[in-house]
């Protein structure tokens, strides 16, 4: 089984910075595509950013330029550092990966992690 593992999340000012990790772990696998998503209240999860195995990333408009996203694949890890942080960027953010195991693809998701940004 694999699982991906959360932290980083909390209480921030407006301005301010967060980075959240995401580590997978289990047994034998390869990942993928892995990312961030984000759900606030009364609204859809959507795509903050992504990142290919050969570390190509993109992002979502609202945060270009604020967030960077990063792996080292040696850790099966992925990060998502937050810089300027906005109170619109308040959710809870949920990190997924595309992993092989036994020759199938399937999308594996954390449990989430609360960011709030608030004075």
């Known amino acids: 089984q694999v699982q991906l593992v959360e932290s980083g999340g909390g209480l921030v000012q407006p301005g301010g910075s967060l980075r959240l990790s995401c580590a997978a772990s289990?047994?034998?696998?390869?990942?993928?595509?892995m990312g961030w998503y984000r759900q606030a209240p009364g609204k859809e999860r959507e795509l903050v950013a992504a990142?290919?195995?050969?570390?190509?990333?993109n992002y979502a408009d609202s945060v270009k330029g604020r967030f960077t996203i990063s792996r080292d694949n040696a850790k099966n890890t992925v990060y998502l550092q937050m810089n300027s942080l906005k109170p619109e960027d308040t959710a809870v953010y949920y990190c997924?990966?595309?992993?092989?195991?036994?020759?199938?693809?399937?999308?594996?998701w954390g449990q989430g992690t609360q960011v709030t940004v608030s004075s």
């Open positions: 997924n990966a595309d992993i092989r195991r036994v020759g199938a693809w399937a999308a594996y």
């Open positions: 990142i290919g195995s050969g570390g190509g990333a």
């Open positions: 289990g047994s034998t696998f390869s990942i993928g595509v």
